[in-house]
């Protein structure tokens, strides 16, 4: 079945996909922005995410020669038989995670599954997705232990004792700018994760050949992203909201400007490695629980022991997601079709 010329699980995975992605992921990025902008409108912040998003779209299209999602899928092609069933079941599953407030990484729920069921094509993208989100966890862990441990007792006394006051729309200005740059590195990563569902075109341009998406597709997914990011909006983030709202002083904006900021230049430094997908998840908990763990020991803010508990409660939800992630792209594919997955 065939709906605007696309297969109708396509369609589907791509649905469940983007909120799931969207609802589950973007709080990584815009999770900090809404707590601190709780004052504002919620059409005022979607206007501003939604047209970073398709600056996005548009950037990569045009400027990335149909190639929304900045390379990332290189080395994951569209299933030669299309889109089957069991390709939808993981954004599935993540859309119930994320009602229940777990932040598990869409990278490895959504990806393993054509990771580690395309065959020799695709074989080994699992191990080096896997060793790439864990070297950026450690890296984000070290960059947020680090800065916090030599700025936590000035800064966050200097911030919990002005917390009441007005603050000079300096601020605003610069973590709306920090939240832009944040967001696009985010949207550079995670595309892969939304549109690995919609089929791609085998284009030649200057003598190579590219996967890239046709115009109807994007404008499609542009849609359907913008709305969707509107419901989050709306809804304030929902349930993986509460992940940021429990950390020190993330709703002050000047707070959450070094978060975003330190968090967006991780990404940078990450897309230049290579174009394997990663979880951005990890690395967001990775600085979470550095930047907790630092506070907790320089100031009274927090003890060390709550500290403890909180980055080890994060870090056990995102381990479950892996379990989950890896028990569905083994064994749905094999029950589906009988072949085993590449690892």
């Known amino acids: 079945m065939e709906i605007f010329g696309l297969e109708f699980f396509a369609i589907a995975g791509f649905i469940l996909a983007a909120y799931a992605v969207i609802a589950n992921d973007s709080i990584q990025t815009l999770g900090t922005f809404l707590s601190s902008n709780s004052q504002r409108p919620w059409w005022i912040l979607w206007i501003f995410a939604s047209g970073i998003l398709l600056s996005a779209l548009a950037y990569a299209y045009f400027y990335g020669d149909g190639d ?4 990332r899928l290189n080395k994951l092609p569209y299933p030669e038989g299309g889109i089957q069933w069991w390709h939808a079941l993981p954004p599935l599953a993540l859309l119930f995670l994320t009602r229940l407030g777990i932040p598990v990484s869409t990278t490895f ?49 200097w911030i919990g004792e002005t917390r009441h006051q007005t603050q ?82 993330t709703t ?16 940078w430094y990450f897309k230049g490695i290579s174009d394997i997908p990663m979880s951005t998840t990890w690395v967001f908990l990775g600085l979470l629980a550095g930047r907790e763990l630092a506070i907790s020991f320089v100031t009274s803010l927090r003890t060390q022991r709550s500290a403890i ?16 992630s890896i028990a569905l792209a083994v064994g749905v594919p094999w029950l589906a079709t009988g072949q085993m997955p590449h690892f």
């Open 309 to 324: 508990m909180d980055v080890s409660g994060d870090m056990g939800r995102a381990f479950i997601g892996l379990i989950i």
């Open 168 to 249: 000079g729309s300096l601020w605003t200005v610069f973590q709306w700018f920090t939240t832009g740059f944040l967001w696009w590195q985010w949207l550079t990563q995670d595309f892969a994760n939304i549109f690995i569902f919609l089929p791609r075109e085998r284009t030649e341009i200057n003598g190579e050949i590219l996967l890239t998406f046709a115009p109807g597709v994007i404008i499609f997914a542009a849609l359907v992203m913008v709305l969707m990011q509107a419901y989050i909006m709306y809804t304030r983030g929902g349930e993986i909201q509460k992940i940021v709202l429990a950390k020190i002083h």
């Open 252 to 267: 002050d904006v000047r707070a959450a400007t070094i978060v975003d900021l330190i968090y967006a230049l991780i990404l």
């Open 109 to 157: 729920l959504v990806l393993t599954v054509f990771a580690l069921s395309g065959g020799a094509e695709t074989e080994g993208v699992m191990t080096k997705m896997l060793i790439k989100s864990a070297l950026g966890y450690v890296v984000a862990f070290g960059a947020g232990a680090v800065v916090y441990l030599l700025i936590a007792r000035i800064w966050e006394h």
């Open 68 to 71: 929304v999602a900045f390379g």
